[in-house]
């Protein structure tokens, strides 16, 4: 049986919701909704972020062990009256927690682009020793640029990504509050709660956010399917910031449900029921995609669209399908996140994207007519590069929205010229031929003459369906710095003979095979 020393030093720590409760209820006949609190205001919140940051795993251990204390001592026939009185004080807590949570919700459906410092502080003040009885000032957000930026780029901020994971895995829970209150509260919130959850992100590793493009979400007419590019294991989060902040011309916001990977959402457990974050956005309704079995895709497809049908949503796909390899300068700091380099092919840039958004969009164009919204995400591959857990702070993220790609119901078009005219329209969104030759430039210490020249010897490959060399060149950056020296020569030797068709072949297969 636990001993009475720890449950009360566990009990001890249910000071802020206990003080909070008692002088609620003693003040709720005596003060106005705006009196001014006994003590400082920065205490008032340092007690309300101490409670949202510790009160979760504090209420965990205070039922563990206090439900192990009642259960020995109900067998032993006796009262466990301190193991009871602290599975109490877990109770309280919880429902202190969730009146707080359905008193957020309510901002939230009142102001669905919050500025998070102000809904976290709501949180905090209501889980604090004196909640507010009355409305609070909030600010909002512009839909085009947000800005955090502060102090020095840092290359490790393990206290920034702890602080994420505990506000993504509250916002998680959030949600889902919002769907046991009832459907239609839990549609309502779920998207503002995806962009706040992008902001929160980017206040807590200190970035700027800008959006261009979004005059052209007023020529979606119908349900859309956004087509991002994928270069962090971030693109999820912040890509809800991009195009989530406008109506469009059906008169209503985009509502994004991404075409996601089972096997990181349902089946890693962390994800889905530590932190819920699969539970949320599959009540939400996003569409998972088991890439370990074969024929899911075809099965993925059929579900997207009776998704956007059912649920009047639309859907968001990386049709690269996973992420692509980063470019580091000679310190190991990322330049940025590849485009090409998806592929595990034998040659470089084959397969590189997927057919899932023209698959989905000539599905749904059976029904209706489709729009395909291409969205260039630049600069979060500097943030957190991929397969790596490092974070940087202080990073520009940009997103460039081009005019939609238009299908008419019924409209008969090639899955793969639909392919190749979406693949084409995201790699200019994503600046990528222009970002590969500024890595290549900065790289080689080139002037602005040799750029000019490799440009001019690239030319022809900028609209190409297989932009080779590009894609040689995508996969040359990727390697490690002691390699690159020597194969950016024979790229070069290459280039000053014109790509010769035979012998670039062979090098491209060598930059396939890695």
Known sequence: MPSTTTILVLASLYAVPLVGSTLGLLSRALRSPTAPAPVPQGLV????????MTGIYRDVAAFFVGGIGTAIG???????????ALVGLAFLARHRRRSGNANAIAYLQAYPDIHPDDFFDIIELNRSIW???GPLTVRTLRPDRVDFM???TSRWAPDRLLKSFHDTAFLAYLAMQGYRIGTDVGSQIFDPITRLWTTRLAANLHLRLEVTGLEHLRDVQHNAIIALNHESVLDFALAFFSVG?????RGQRMRLRFLA?????IDNPILYSVMGIGRAIEQAGMIFVDRKKRGEGAKSVHQAVDTIRKNDVDVAIFPQGTRATAHYDLKGVPYGGGYYTTSKGSIAGIRFFRSGASRIAGGLAIHQPVDIVCVGLEGIGRVMPARRFTSYTNRVVRFTILPPLHLEKQENLDENVLSERIELHLRHAANVHERLLNVWQQEMGASADERRAM??????????????GYAVLDAILTRPARKRPAL??????LRDDSFPEEAFLAFRKRMGSG
Do not use: N, S
């Not at 919140?45 to 949202?52: H, I, K, M, Q």
């Not at 902040?245 to 011309?249: L, Q, R």
């Not at 950016?488 to 030797?493: C, G, I, N, R, S």
């Open 45 to 52: 919140l340092w007690t309300g972020r101490l409670e949202y």
């Open 74 to 84: 109900i067998a032993q026939g006796i009262i466990p009256i301190t193991a009871l």
């Open 131 to 133: 909640p507010p009885r």
């Open 150 to 152: 502060k102090g020095k």
């Open 245 to 249: 902040g406008v109506e469009t011309g």
């Open 261 to 265: 990977a089972k096997d990181h959402f």
């Open 455 to 468: 440009e001019a010897a690239m030319a022809h490959w900028d609209d190409a369906p297989d932009p080779a």
């Open 488 to 493: 950016l020569a024979e790229f070069h030797t």
